[in-house]
């Protein structure tokens, strides 16, 4: 389940850093999140509805995360565990825009604006990942 989204400026690169809640006690074992990370081009529709997404760059990413959620699938009714922005105007030096386009049947995807070519260093680790983008 997602819990924070961020974006930060490092010498030589912005980091975009989706963190995620650790399994629970009490809970049932969550079924295990992974992800894509490609390279995408407009134009973005929100997931399920098909309406339009304007995302600001010059290159972009689709970040879509598999088994993840915004919002704990298991209370009822289901409680938010994400209640940052959807959209994201990051305004650094690489990463323009971060938008968040479909959290729909365990399929948690994110459109990344950059203002460089789509170049990116995948960073995980435990409960979150990492994205690098060189500046």
């Excluded at 490092?10 to 490609?38: E, K, M, N």
């Excluded at 825009?97 to 460089?116: A, N, P």
């Amino acid at each position: 389940m997602l819990q924070s989204v961020s974006a930060r400026a490092h010498p030589g690169y912005d980091a975009l850093i989706f963190a995620f809640a650790p399994v629970g006690a009490g809970r049932p074992a969550a079924v295990a999140t992974t992800f894509t990370v490609a390279p995408a081009r407009p134009p973005f529709v929100r997931d399920a509805s098909g309406a339009p997404v304007h995302v600001t760059g010059t290159a972009f990413l689709q970040v879509q995360f598999h088994g993840a959620y915004g919002y704990d699938p298991l209370d009822s009714p289901p409680q938010a565990t994400y209640t940052g922005p959807q959209d994201l105007l990051a305004g650094l030096a690489g990463i323009a825009e971060v938008r968040e386009t479909g959290d729909f049947e365990g399929s948690l995807t994110w459109v990344v604006g950059l203002t460089t070519r789509p170049c990116w260093y995948p960073v995980p680790g435990e409960n979150r990942l990492e994205l690098d983008v060189p500046t």
